[in-house]
């Protein structure tokens, strides 16, 4: 098993940025591609981006792209997501995501999960 936590969402305004944390625990020793999805109010949990194991690969939502960077830092159990000119569509619950497999836009693949960190960005 694997626990997942995140951290770092909160009240900002927008055009601000926010820096995403998520912390592995347990059985990391696999080789987990990560991956980061949100839940909007009202609205179904969708990707936002994702990381392969060794952080060659990365996937990111269009809404994403060129706003949003994943990282991970292997040694340390973790990983990122530097969110930059945050707008009010991004209010959500951000959650991350381990999978077993490979690094994919699909929730279905991922086999753990965390509980959720709420960003909520005001206009």
């Known amino acids: 098993q694997v626990q997942l936590v995140e951290s770092g969402g909160g009240l900002v305004q927008a055009g601000a940025s926010l820096r995403l944390s998520c912390a592995a625990s347990?059985?990391?020793?696999?080789?987990?591609?990560m991956a980061w999805f949100r839940r909007a109010p009202g609205e179904d949990r969708k990707f936002v981006a994702a990381i392969s194991w060794s952080g060659t690969t990365t996937l990111y939502a269009d809404s994403a792209k060129g706003r949003f960077t994943i990282s991970r830092d292997n040694a340390k159990n973790s990983m990122y997501l530097q969110m930059n000119s945050l707008n009010p569509g991004d209010t959500a619950v951000y959650y991350c995501?381990?999978?077993?497999?490979?690094?994919?836009?699909?929730?279905?693949?991922?086999?753990?999960w965390g509980q959720g960190t709420q960003v909520t960005v005001s206009s």
């Open positions: 995501a381990a999978s077993v497999t490979i690094a994919t836009i699909y929730a279905s693949e991922y086999n753990y």
């Open positions: 347990g059985r990391t020793s696999g080789n987990y591609a």
